[in-house]
């Protein structure tokens, strides 16, 4: 169906927020994406300038994908309109004539919106330099300053289409040009493009330039001209359409010299004030100055203005220093312009029914294209006789009226669902606004030839297979004008509902457990397509509509066991359904060691402590190991440790005594809030030093718990793990633990059992990690001649812990192994870059065995495979820098894979008398060679450097 285009006699501000809505500028990319590579952009994902460009990993600036497009490759920009692109781009490489280098901004359906390139107040948002066979189609420019945008300079053979220039109205006076194009450039073509009202100009020629064709834009209210030439020859400007109240809409001067046909000058009101915003208020709509007169055809033009008088509001032509207030004036003073229109009220959309501009159009005036600036197609309006010259029947302007044919939204096949065989039945009762002779096609959408008729009469189809099929109904018109409708939903069923299944499995990442995260899969059926949607009932009270999707994650909001339920309902509305159990449990959090709290407790006291204190007041902590340190007590007694809120239960943590010092690391259930209680049994008081070693999570990325067979690492006693002697006061031992008696080098803590022994003076040691100094725990404290036993949680990074004693006297230590946390991390490789090595010179023989230079229209070929240190198979590419040096004649080099047809493409360039050098990224041929042939005309040097090369996935 045709799209309907917005009513005549809108203001200025509706007219812009209409383009807005209308895609201005918009639409998918044309350039062949099997011509050459893809190199994508997107700066609102993970992405690299240092990668390749991919769609999985892209750049993230337009620039880095400018620095490396070949010919014939397709730089995709992706990107939100909320987030666009601020650094300018220049780009500096060129394509071919039948390669080309396309950018686009085309957005890839159905996720991604339009990229938006901003441009910055010292440069265009994109300038084209010194380049040739360059298209640029599909981009937005966001122009906060009002300044140059886009520029063309010494380039040829570019092509700028449907690109959209937009930012609020300047208030005050503008320099800055939408579109510019340098006298040093040649072969441009500016087309389709959309100009909204915030720069001097719209699009400008410079002096100098040749051949540049302005074709089917829409611009709108430039200060000092939508469209100007001056100097340029060869230019022409067709099938326009300028919104011009405040300047010119088309100029030409300096001794320019083309054609201007076809153009629509649109303004409101019989002029206005010269304000800042609007600096030409009074300038004629067309100006061609005498030096351009003769040199220049002006004929099937129009002025258009939105006022209910056909009286002209302001001086239409200004002609080798003649005004003329009409066309009629225009034509009989300077013989052009024969067929020009004025007095016509007309806005910026598509011409209204029934006017004169449409279907007047010169159809073979130079420019002008098949398709309007929106992308349809130039049809003949039936409702209007043909006044314009050729076959074709455009309107005049960028914007082209549509015949709107109408399909109705009840036009389904009926039944749309059943039992294989499935018959069905469908006709439509489209009709033409132009009152056309209309015929459709079905295409039920299992393979089978459409079925086609006239409005009004059925067809009938039966669908033998089972499958889910979409019917496309095409309506069609003598002229080719189309109408689609699609219907995605007929279903033919089988005869019984696809069968569900579920399994579920931990989530995991770097080696970690994410405790608690169940990751479940619906594995796919015999029959995918037949399956509606599914519902995963994850039995803690929520669940998840998954429709077709294949995969989903849940986080369980406690430790427990789960039995989580699928229910599969298919086209038909019929039900399966299956089953899985889940045990949701803690990981272990590591945490640096540090004393949360220092508090006497009274006797038979509570001392209450907050998940602050304890760390554990965020990422569903279900416990907290914590260790106990007691002093001062001044009577004997036990601490109980428990959830704050629960009932104190009759265990201790710890026991204590007078006179002594006591260690003990403890776990504790906490609350969801982390509160706990430490309870003092004893008759007197007590001094407790808490610290966290630790906390268990059900929703964080931690580790699992190894336990081990308990076994020796170190006893000073008999030298196992250290030199056999004790430890003298406030000297240390440094254990290594990781890579021994099965723990990993990976390893995140340890859990051990630590001794002092034959001790000669109280004291105690504390365990820290290995090159740090803020993770230490306390460990055994003890008095003269005491053997005490503490175990200790300690996190590691090297595998190391070293232990101190921190008493006067020496003590023999004994380290036990209780277990470690940890788990294991896999990794891989996908590229190989190699030492760089020179793999052909042909002045040395190098590669070839022969002194010799490229003949003209010559090919050498390159051993690459199995050579220079590329392994001998599963080598898909190599890169290569390739250079000519000093050649005596100029021409380009091709790059292929060997033993398959020679490619129309340049991989190097060269001038005579200059050195050339460039990068190729070749396929390899099945016999592990390239080829390069020389396309000059003289015989050339060439030396290849071999860089990297691609390895099939995956690598080894």
């Not at 081990?708 to 250290?722: E, I, K, N, S, W």
Request: glycine fraction near 12%; hydrophobic fraction near 35%; charged fraction near 15%.
């Amino acid at each position: 169906m045709h799209r309907p285009r917005p009513a005549a006699g809108l203001s200025l501000a509706a007219i812009v927020v209409v383009g807005v809505l209308s895609s201005w500028g918009s639409g998918a990319a044309v350039a062949d994406p099997e011509s050459g590579g893809t190199l994508y952009v997107d700066h609102d994902i993970r992405c690299s300038d240092s990668g390749t460009g991919t769609q999985s990993l892209p750049f993230c600036t337009v620039q880095a994908a400018a620095d490396v497009a070949e010919p014939g490759d397709t730089v995709r920009i992706l990107g939100d309109p909320l987030s666009p692109y601020t650094a300018p781009v220049t780009v500096t490489r060129s394509g071919t004539s039948d390669e080309p280098i396309t950018f686009s901004g085309a957005p890839l359906p159905p996720t991604r919106l339009a990229a938006v390139l901003a441009a910055p107040a010292s440069a265009p948002a994109l300038t084209l330099k010194g380049v040739h066979d360059v298209r640029v189609e599909s981009l937005t420019f966001s122009d906060q300053h009002h300044g140059d945008v886009v520029a063309v300079t010494g380039s040829g053979h570019v092509t700028l289409d449907r690109l959209t220039v937009t930012n609020s109205a300047p208030t005050v006076p503008v320099t800055g040009t939408a579109i510019g194009v340098d006298g040093t450039s040649s072969d441009v073509t500016v087309s389709r493009n959309s100009v909204y009202p915030n720069t001097a100009y719209g699009v400008r020629v410079a002096p100098g330039a040749a051949r540049v064709t302005v074709t089917t834009n829409v611009i709108l209210t430039q200060q000092q001209g939508g469209i100007a030439v001056s100097g340029a020859t060869d230019t022409d400007v067709t099938g326009n359409t300028v919104f011009a109240p405040c300047a010119s809409a088309i100029s030409l001067d300096g001794a320019s010299s083309g054609v201007v046909e076809n153009n629509v000058a649109a303004f409101v009101g019989n002029g206005s004030q010269q304000t800042g915003a609007c600096q030409a208020p009074t300038a004629p709509l067309y100006a061609v100055s005498a030096d351009s007169a003769s040199r220049v055809t002006a004929d099937y033009n129009a002025v258009t203005h939105q006022q209910s008088s056909t009286a002209p509001a302001r001086t239409e032509y200004a002609w080798a220093g003649t005004s003329y207030p009409s066309s009629g004036a225009f034509r009989d003073g300077t013989g052009q312009g024969a067929h020009d229109l004025d007095g016509i009220t007309a806005g910026l959309a598509a011409p209204s029914e029934h006017s004169p501009l449409i279907d007047s159009a010169d159809a073979t005036a130079p420019g002008a294209l098949d398709t309007d600036q929106e992308g349809h197609a130039r049809v003949d309006d039936l409702l209007v006789a043909n006044t314009g010259n050729g076959t074709g029947h455009p309107d005049r302007g960028a914007l082209e009226r549509q015949d709107t044919l109408t399909v109705s939204a009840d036009d389904d096949p009926a039944p749309t669902k059943g039992l294989a065989p499935l018959g069905v039945s469908l006709k439509t009762d489209a009709t033409s606004a132009w009152g056309a002779a209309l015929a459709y096609s079905v295409d039920f959408g299992d393979g089978s030839d459409p079925a086609t008729g006239t409005p009004g009469t059925p067809v009938a189809h039966t669908y033998t297979t089972p499958g889910r099929y979409t019917t496309r109904i095409t309506v069609t018109e003598p002229d080719g004008t189309t109408a689609e409708r699609s219907y995605a939903g007929v279903t033919a069923g089988t005869p019984a509902p696809p069968a569900a299944a579920l399994s579920v499995a931990p989530e995991t990442s770097g080696g970690q457990v994410d405790a608690g995260s169940a990751r479940f899969t619906v594995p796919a059926p015999a029959d995918p397509w037949e399956v509606a949607y599914r519902t995963l009932d994850y039995s803690d009270g929520t669940h998840d509509n998954l429709g077709s999707a294949t995969l989903a994650t849940h986080q369980y909001p406690a430790p427990g066991t789960y039995t989580a339920t699928l229910t599969q309902t298919d086209l038909l509305g019929r039900t399966t359904t299956a089953g899985t159990v889940f045990h949701s449990a803690d990981a272990f959090v590591a945490v640096t060691p540090q004393h949360d709290s220092k508090r006497t407790i009274a006797a038979h006291g509570v001392l209450n402590l907050s998940a602050a204190t304890l760390r554990a007041d965020a990422g569903g902590v279900d416990a907290a190991q914590l260790q106990l340190v007691t002093s001062d007590a001044k009577a004997s007694g036990t601490l109980t440790l428990y959830a704050h809120g629960t009932t104190r239960p009759g265990t201790a943590a710890t026991a204590f005594e007078p006179g002594r010092t006591t260690t003990a690391v403890t776990t504790v259930k906490v609350t969801p809030t982390g509160s706990v209680d430490l309870y003092n049994g004893s008759s007197g008081a007590v001094t407790v030093d808490v610290a966290t070693v630790g906390l268990q999570s059900h929703a964080q990325y931690a580790d699992t718990y190894h336990p081990a067979t308990p076994v020796r690492l170190l006893d000073t006693r008999t030298g196992t793990g250290a030199t056999r002697s004790p430890v003298g006061g406030g000297h240390s031992v440094t254990l290594t633990v990781g890579g021994t008696h099965g723990v990993p080098t990976t390893a995140r803590a340890l859990v051990l059992n630590v001794t002092a022994t034959t001790t000669k003076a109280s004291g105690n040691l504390t365990v820290a990690t290995h090159g740090t100094g803020d993770s230490a725990v306390t460990g055994p404290c003890w008095t003269t001649g005491q053997t005490v036993t503490t175990q200790v949680v300690i996190p590691v990074r090297d595998g190391k812990v070293v232990l101190r004693n921190a008493s006067k006297a020496s003590a023999n230590l004994v380290a036990d192994l209780a277990g470690w946390y940890g788990g294991t991390t896999a990794g891989g490789a996908e590229f190989r870059p190699v030492t760089p090595v020179r793999v052909l010179d042909t002045r040395t023989g190098t590669g070839t065995g022969k002194v010799a230079r490229i003949a003209a229209h010559g090919t050498v070929k390159i051993k690459v495979v199995g050579a220079h240190g590329v392994p001998a198979t599963g080598v898909s590419a190599v890169d290569l820098n390739l250079t000519v040096p000093a050649p005596s004649g100029s021409g380009y080099l091709v790059a292929h894979p060997d033993g398959v047809a020679r490619p129309g493409v340049y991989s190097l360039s060269f001038t005579k008398g200059h050195t050339a050098a460039g990068r190729a990224l070749v396929k390899v041929g099945a016999d592990g060679e390239v080829d390069l042939y020389n396309a000059g005309t003289v015989p050339v040097d060439v030396y290849a450097d071999l860089v990297g090369d691609d390895l099939v996935f995956p690598a080894g």
